[in-house]
């Protein structure tokens, strides 16, 4: 069985910023970061279909800190999607971006693939961390 998150965030901002703060490395370091520590989460993201990156953390007694990617969808300003591999899981991450006018954004986030429950409960409250995150970097 394949379970899918399903999560909808809104910000005030543009949606080529918040398109940037999606897709540019060095945006990415600063509101992906390791959900324990906090340390910022290295990576070698680039918005061009097919291209492989890692996210890089320091590792713990339950994960080796690495997640990898493949670029999937790039439809700037309004799709990105990715592969997402960790733990033993590939899962697949789309983030759809639609601007509501009055300088708000709607972001809209899917990652399927996802094994059981506590699977898809992690997932939602990482993600939910990290778009709070990303709410102060765009401001």
């Given at each position: 069985?394949?379970?899918?998150?399903?999560?909808?965030?809104?910000?005030?901002?543009?949606?080529?910023?918040?398109?940037?703060?999606?897709?540019?490395?060095?945006?990415?370091?600063?509101?992906?970061?390791?959900?324990?520590?906090?340390?910022a989460?290295?990576?070698?993201?680039?918005?061009?279909?097919?291209?492989?990156?890692?996210?890089?953390?320091?590792p713990?007694?339950w994960?080796?800190?690495?997640?990898?990617?493949?670029?999937?969808?790039?439809?700037?300003?309004?799709?990105?999607?990715?592969?997402?591999?960790?733990?033993?899981?590939?899962?697949?991450?789309?983030?759809?971006?639609?601007?509501?006018?009055?300088?708000?954004?709607?972001?809209?986030?899917?990652?399927?693939?996802?094994?059981?429950?506590?699977?898809?409960?992690?997932?939602?409250?990482?993600?939910?961390?990290?778009?709070?995150?990303?709410?102060?970097?765009?401001?």
């Amino acid at each position: 069985m394949s379970l899918t998150l399903s999560l909808d965030f809104q910000y005030t901002t543009t949606i080529e910023k918040l398109w940037s703060a999606l897709t540019d490395s060095s945006k990415l370091s600063k509101w992906v970061a390791n959900i324990h520590t906090g340390e910022a989460m290295d990576n070698d993201f680039k918005p061009v279909v097919g291209h492989r990156f890692q996210f890089r953390t320091q590792p713990s007694e339950w994960w080796d800190g690495i997640i990898d990617g493949e670029v999937l969808i790039v439809d700037a300003p309004n799709q990105v999607s990715y592969t997402w591999a960790s733990g033993g899981e590939t899962h697949t991450v789309t983030w759809t971006l639609q601007d509501l006018g009055d300088g708000k954004v709607n972001l809209h986030l899917e990652q399927s693939g996802l094994s059981n429950t506590q699977a898809l409960n992690g997932a939602k409250y990482g993600w939910s961390k990290w778009c709070g995150e990303l709410e102060k970097t765009l401001a």
